[in-house]
């Protein structure tokens, strides 16, 4: 669960950055809310290294999916 709300959460950045267009990459002002959505873009990065990275995280499913050892 852990690894496919960070990639929901990604990919729901990456659609809302998108429709933005340049307009979303304002950093600083009063209109975007002194760079609410950009920061909030570059923290759903983070998150896929802070709680294990992606790879990591996919390891463990295939392990366990496969039944392997070490799961």
């Known amino acids: 669960m852990k690894y496919y709300g960070t990639e929901l959460n990604k990919r729901r950045y990456e659609i809302l ?8 990459l304002e950093w600083e002002s009063e209109r ?6 950009p920061r909030a873009w570059l923290r759903t990065k983070a998150n896929s290294i802070e709680g294990g990275t992606t790879e990591v995280m996919l390891g463990i499913v295939a ?9």
């Open 17 to 24: 950055m998108s429709a933005g267009g340049v307009d979303a």
């Open 63 to 71: 392990k366990r999916i496969l039944d392997l050892p070490g799961a």
């Open 32 to 37: 975007s809310r002194q760079g609410a959505r």
